[in-house]
């Protein structure tokens, strides 16, 4: 019996981790969008992307100050969706981290934002310093920022990852955890194109 309650833990923690923190049934119903093209992988030919504009909001280290996608005009920009409530972002925070490290003084620069955060902005600042996350993260615990990256991407999917490129449309999307390796392959591919 307690092999059983090990493998079905087990089970369940792997599909958590690999699925992410995703609510399916709330914007199915309403015909709202759960994966574009029902991939929850993508990536976008220039001709194909939509340009997200006007994404802003407040720093969560940091209550006074407003980041803004603007402010990071003519770079490839990383966008991603987290909570610090949610298993799979603790998984791929590191890996983010690694490749952020690797990528930003090459033209790329990422930019968290944290969504769904009842438990306050002291759980997300916690969850940047645990994590060792040096980029910095918007503070918008009712998801309000992601509209600005278009309506035909899901707004409950948590993690949620956006590579955007020096236009600032969304050049690939990940609905889902993103490992180094596929997100550093996926960011040299944006970054080739010039």
Same mark, same amino acid.
């Given at each position: ?57 407040? !720093?969560?280290?940091? /209550?006074? $100050?407003?980041?803004?996608?603007? %402010? ?6 990383? +966008? &991603? #969706? ?10 791929? !925070?590191?890996?983010? /981290?690694? $490749?952020?490290?690797?990528?930003? %003084? ?6 968290? +934002? &944290? #969504? ?79």
């Amino acid at each position: 019996m307690r092999r059983y309650a090990q493998l079905t833990l087990l089970v369940l923690v792997t599909l958590l981790a690999t699925t992410g923190c995703v609510q399916l049934t709330d914007q199915a119903s309403k015909g709202g969008v759960i994966a574009p093209g029902g991939k929850v992988r993508q990536f976008y030919e220039p001709g194909q992307r939509s340009t997200v504009e006007n994404l802003s909001g407040r !720093s969560v280290t940091d /209550e006074k $100050t407003t980041i803004r996608l603007a %402010d990071y005009a003519g770079k490839v920009v990383v +966008i &991603n #969706v987290w909570g610090s409530w949610c298993a799979p972002c603790r998984i791929e !925070s590191p890996e983010l /981290e690694r $490749t952020f490290l690797a990528t930003k %003084d090459r033209g790329v620069q990422f930019l968290g +934002i &944290n #969504v769904r955060e009842t438990a306050g902005d002291d759980a997300a600042r916690d969850f940047i310093g645990s994590q060792g996350l040096t980029y910095p993260s918007i503070y918008d615990p009712p998801g309000k920022t992601l509209l600005a990256i278009g309506a035909q991407y899901p707004t409950t999917v948590v993690p949620m990852t956006f590579v955007l490129d020096r236009q600032h449309r969304v050049a690939a999307s990940y609905l889902t955890t993103v490992g180094e390796k596929e997100l550093s392959s996926t960011i040299e591919k944006v970054l080739g194109e010039g």
